[in-house]
């Protein structure tokens, strides 16, 4: 008999597939259990379109061809199922029309908007269960936490380095440190995050498109979703010819953030050209847009997530103000040298051993001849990093899921 972890885990799985495509809702997965062995499966695959419990829900009625689920079935799903009316009707109802006998849970829904799912569940004669494999859900919806929590975005860093931790050599080479399997891994982070943000000097030198580049392996074309380019410029010196500056989406637009020394002549054209520009404050410690204030702006957009892809004084300057959540540093098995090759972290650093950032659940890998190194900058309370459904990997498209599968299904 499968327990209520091994169910769970599956549900957990089955929320990563969502990744990249359900912000700013959180990620959710669910199983229908009947007899020990799961009958339907589903996970909430877009933004605005069915949630997990009522995915699976109508693929096992369907294959029925009955109104409601067998007696007695269990539901499991990652996060307490909402209660409330938005671009969708609440899931407790259709869980409850359904017939389900109880329902198992990992994380109560920390949205007001939403919450109540359980209480509104028992109240209706449903067996509900909360807590299973909490920690695991909550690290997997890290970037939806930290936006409800703060109306902030969860920032990761990331970067690409030699051994001795440099980015490119002291003549400004840097193309490519790291091989094709990290640059991959790279856009998979890119795929999952809502913004990428870079400054006016990567932009100036590099001039990069910003978007995911995957293969159908791995994310087909038309399930893409391009994270929202975030130029820091506080001098107004993006050339209006930039990639970022073209090909602009809905949902694609740049924004670029600037300061009042940027000229109105800049900045309107920048606007006729579709950036969505943002005047900010300077940084108080040093050059540049003020960090605090950007993220402030970027969570009042919905923004959960954001990488921070380059260069070196973007990156110092989030880590001297303590605004990294996590860091993904890939690292190639090379040394560079030089005094004047620049370093991943710019800004001011700090003064002793006390003052540097320290990272908590560790995770490293091989990827291709290079190493990645993941870590939070501070603990996430009460989650634990799963690296089976972490939050920050696309998931393979293109599995498919029977209607009907046997307890077995849950070890993959």
């Known amino acids: 008999m499968q327990s209520h972890e091994q169910f769970m885990q599956r549900a957990l799985k089955l929320a990563s597939r969502g990744i990249g495509r359900t912000s700013p809702n959180p990620l959710v997965g669910c199983v229908l259990v009947h007899e020990s062995s799961i009958i339907a499966e589903g996970w909430h695959q877009v933004y605005g379109q069915a949630h ?20 007695p079935t269990t539901l499991y799903v990652t996060l307490e199922p909402c209660n409330h009316h938005g671009l969708t009707p609440p899931c407790t109802q259709a869980i409850v029309n359904a017939g389900v006998a109880k329902v198992v849970y990992a994380l109560k829904d920390p949205n007001p908007k939403a919450a109540g799912g359980a209480a509104f569940l028992k109240e209706n004669g449903i067996n509900v269960v909360g807590g299973v494999l909490e920690s695991e859900a909550r690290f997997q ?12 975005p969860f920032v990761i860093a990331k970067s690409a380095s030699s051994l001795d931790g440099r980015i490119a050599t002291r003549t400004g080479h840097s193309q490519w440190i790291t091989g094709p399997e990290a640059r991959q891994r790279s856009h998979q982070l890119r795929q999952a995050v809502d913004a990428i943000v870079v400054g006016a000097e990567t932009v100036i030198e590099d001039n990069p498109a910003l978007t995911v580049r995957l293969p159908d392996t791995l994310c087909a074309e038309d399930s893409v979703r391009h994270p929202r380019p975030v130029i820091l410029d506080s001098k107004g010196r993006v050339p209006l010819d930039a990639k970022i500056l073209s090909n602009i989406s809905a949902d694609h637009r740049p924004i670029v953030a600037t300061t009042e020394h940027i000229s109105d002549q800049h900045r309107t054209l920048l606007e006729s050209h ?42 110092g300057s989030f880590r001297d103000a303590d605004l990294i959540d996590e860091v993904w540093s890939f690292v190639a098995p090379m040394i ?49 990093r799963d690296s089976v459904n972490d939050a920050s990997v696309h998931p393979m498209s293109g599995e498919s899921i029977s209607h009907s599968i046997n307890s077995d299904s849950v070890k993959d």
């Open 52 to 71: 997990a419990e009522v995915v699976a829900i109508d693929q096992a009625l369907q294959a029925s061809g009955s109104n409601t689920l067998p007696s």
């Open 141 to 152: 919806n890290r970037f939806f936490l930290k936006h409800i929590g703060s109306k902030r």
């Open 274 to 315: 579709g950036a969505e520009v943002l005047l900010l404050p300077g940084n108080r410690s040093g050059p540049g847009v003020d960090p605090d204030s950007l993220l402030t702006a970027l969570g009042q957009r919905a923004i959960q997530s954001v990488m921070l892809e380059g260069g070196a004084s973007v990156h």
């Open 336 to 384: 560079i040298g030089g005094k004047d090759a620049p370093a991943s972290f710019a800004g001011t650093g700090s003064e002793t051993l006390g003052e540097a950032t320290f990272l908590h659940e560790i995770s490293t890998e091989t990827v291709g001849k290079d190493f990645l190194i993941k870590g939070l900058t501070r603990p996430l309370p009460g989650a634990q």
